[in-house]
């Protein structure tokens, strides 16, 4: 299958991009606003299209393990949820990071919590981008703001989830999932066959030929030296991963007097907020990173010296504006504005905010 | 006539009994007595008679085997509490020609992971399901399980269970031998050297039933925890006679698909 432009729904988009990437199997468990996913899967017959698994699991913890099963054995492994299905993945996303293993985890955001409503949110980004499960590890998280960046990050997140052999979870919301966009669909990849997987990947569990030593998957280290040994070495990972992974994207940045922070669909909304503020004479930039984890701290840091403000502007109560505070470290004023609930921030009201908190402040 | 010494003895033609080249020379951590030890190797003399070590991937449970992986000479994957069948079930999806097995204790797979089993079995994944059931969680000291049967006493049911108030014990096989999906049910034990070649007997119908792609075949072994249970070995197994059998009786439950008439 060639490249191919289409006019798509974010949750298909990133289904249709995970067969054409050639992902070995999906597990997942229905949940609103991203039951497009599996839906999407189920009808398009993968099996039959590249021998792609696709298995609507009995929950979402089961579902996570499933993943962490396959994972083990060095394929290539996607799972969705939205939030409330991603706090039961939490205890298996957990396992996955302390056993060192590859993964896509897609998050389509809504509101919380609790139940909290079917509206999108962005008020997963601690759980995504701090932990959520228990331990210390981090995951690659990836925010896409556009459909097409629904597509792309497929190919991205499997490139790092192999690199790092680390989990990626890509952080959306119910808006990017459920808006359609042109989106253009890369071609059709060949999946990789079993010997190509040995050869490649010889810590997975492909079962132990007399030739090496049996391969063995756990998170588990009952000597405590061993076990630190063992952190120190995940710590050293993520700060490979800081260093070399961090991509972000700057608008109006170089005469800017304030800084819009903002990812996913609220930085889309801000780039209208930018124009209604630069069309009134503030001089306005934004920064979206597009990794959340690791976190564009050292553009915001540069900017903290020339600008005289940033504003985080989110679908939740104030969460990456806590990342923004550490990167700027109190020389310059960093202001929240966010709405919650599933409420979505228009640009009008980030305007009036940033004069408000920042400019009137 | 010259006597006999040990260094006559210990030669190679004389050999009738070794360690199973699946098993690794590590030293088993369970307690004397314990019948892990004895389900694990009647698991590792059944790959190597079938000769799939290469083909073959465990799935160690949480629990007193959750250190299987060091003793068995494939590879292995160890799952969170209760959840080794969906491991399984990931693995086996993605790799259909290899076997596939779970190991796992009654409170990872009676209790916690009660969704896990059913869901498995009812899919009917063509693995197969090790099922160690002791009546209580020997590797964090006793206490009670969803297996403990009425007045048996453990650290969180001290004066024994009291049904009224704890549950019932649970009959996981009985259960999941009502499932469409389950090809083989089965109840043994590793007690006496009779039991034991039953149960070998059993795994090795099992592994044989997913080489053949039946679906879910599963092997429930009672087994005796002298630690949990506070008691010498040869008393404990002398209690699970008594106590433990007329309630999870031995014996085939569904076989080749069919529940077996009483």
Known sequence: MDKELRLMKGNEAIAEAAIREGVDAYFGYPITPQSEVIEYLMSEKPHERTGMVVLQAESELAAINMVYGAAGTGRKVMTSSSSPGISLKMEGISYIAGSELPCVIVNVVRGGPGLGTIQPGQCDYFQATKGGGHGDYRLIVLAPASVQEMADFIETGYDLAFKYRNPVMILSDGIIGQMMEKVELKPQKKRFTPEEIINKYPWATTGKPKSRERNIITSLELIAAKQEAFNQKLIKKYQEIQENEIKYEALNTDDADYILVAYGSVARICMNAMEEARAKGIKVGLIRPITLFPFPTPIISKLADKVKGFMSVEMSAGQMVEDIRLAVNGRKPVEFYGRQGGMIPAPEDIVIALEQKLIGG | ?262
């Open chain 2, 1 to 262: 006539m010259a006597e006999i010494t040990l260094q006559d003895i210990i030669k190679e033609e004389n050999l009738v009994y070794s360690r199973t080249k699946v098993m690794t020379p590590n030293e088993l951590h369970y307690c004397p007595g314990c019948g892990h030890g004895t389900a694990h190797r009647l698991i590792a003399e059944v790959i190597e008679e079938m000769g799939i070590q290469e083909q073959t991937v465990g799935v160690t449970p949480v629990g007193c085997s959750v250190l299987m992986y060091n003793y068995m000479d494939i590879d292995m994957q160890e799952a969170a509490h209760g959840r080794a069948p969906a491991v399984a079930t990931g693995i086996k999806r993605v790799m259909p020609d290899k076997y596939v097995f779970t190991y796992q204790g009654d409170g990872d797979l009676a209790a916690i992971g009660t969704a896990e089993t059913i869901h498995s079995c009812n899919r009917g994944e063509n693995i197969c399901i090790f099922f160690i059931n002791n009546g209580i969680y020997g590797m964090t000291g006793g206490q009670m399980a969803p297996t403990t049967l009425e007045g048996m006493a453990s650290s969180t049911s001290p004066f024994g269970r009291d049904v009224s108030m704890m549950g019932n014990p649970i009959k996981m096989t009985e259960l999941v031998a009502q499932l469409a999906g389950t090809y083989f049910v089965t109840r043994h034990s590793v007690h006496t050297p009779r039991n034991v070649r039953r149960a070998k007997k059993a795994i090795r119908q099992a592994f044989e039933n997913q080489k053949a792609g039946k679906g879910v075949s599963f092997v429930e072994i009672v087994s005796n925890c002298n630690s949990g249970w506070k008691m010498p070995p040869v008393k404990a197994n002398e209690w699970m006679e008594e106590n433990m059998f007329p309630f999870y009786k031995l014996g085939d439950i569904k076989v080749d698909g069919k529940l077996v008439e009483k």
